[in-house]
């Protein structure tokens, strides 16, 4: 029944389970880079090798190492354990709010995104420097950019230094994280200078560009032609529904306008589990509360 779907009871909040193994899997992967950062480091005094092939640098990408433009993501200062943790943190607060609302897919999509736009912002800005960058900072700034979009009043509560609670709201939180990045990025990184924190300011924006573009531009819009079909052929089988067509408490029983709304509601709660409820289309939506609207009249 429609009523045994958690979407259809008091919200349309997608299930979180979808979203656990894409967040155990980016999670895992940055902690199993951290390990093995650490093992080539201590092990075998070998970490200059493996930042060589894995961490973003000019020479690196100069040399053909494209693919540290992804792999510098899954990096971390293997001497500074607030760095990784810091970042596992954000991440996973922030991943857990947003894949309900992008689904799988898209937040994989867009994470990847933040860690490439900052690696290639951070590569114009440093393309003369010897140094390298790495660190998933550039993909937690993308998700706070997107978690400040659909949420700007909510206000969170951190603890500043581990031990005094401080509460914010997501929009002052990047508003502020913003501006230190430009003033690092104009008064350290543009001008040839170390930021003093070590921090790569530049990382920082292209995430922050990356997250804006994809809540500005992209969540709300068909991601290809064959997508937009199916939302097409949708839309025309709903409007061919009747909603009234039957009041019956045992959804079998009802005629074949009925069996095509619960055929279409279902379909529509699969791709809210697999895509996000932003993936929904207007018509798609308008149908849910229409369904939601009868189911809450028997």
Known sequence: MLSDRHYMRDSYEPSRNGGVSVMAWLLSAIIAGFILQNVFLR?????????SFFALSPYGIATGKVWTLLTYGFLHDPRNLLHILANVLAIYFLGRELIPL??????????LAAVVTGGLLWLATNWQAQGLVVGASAAACG??????????HRPITFLLFFILPVTLKPKHIAITLLLLDLAGFAFYEVLGAASPFGVAHSAHLGGMLAGWV?????HDRAWSFA???????????AAAVDFDADETDDPTDLPPSGRNLRAEVDRILDKINSEGFGA???????LLDSAKDLLSRR
Not at 214 to 218: A, E, I, N, Q
């Open 43 to 51: 092990w075998f005094n070998a970490g200059q090798f493996f930042d």
């Open 143 to 152: 998700l706070l950019i997107i978690y400040a979009g659909f949420f700007p």
């Open 102 to 111: 992008l689904g799988n897919r898209r937040f994989v999509g867009v994470y």
């Open 280 to 286: 929904l289309t207007p018509e798609e939506k308008r």
């Open 214 to 218: 994809y809540f500005r531009y992209v």
């Open 227 to 237: 997508w937009a079909r199916r939302q097409a052929n949708a839309s025309r089988r």
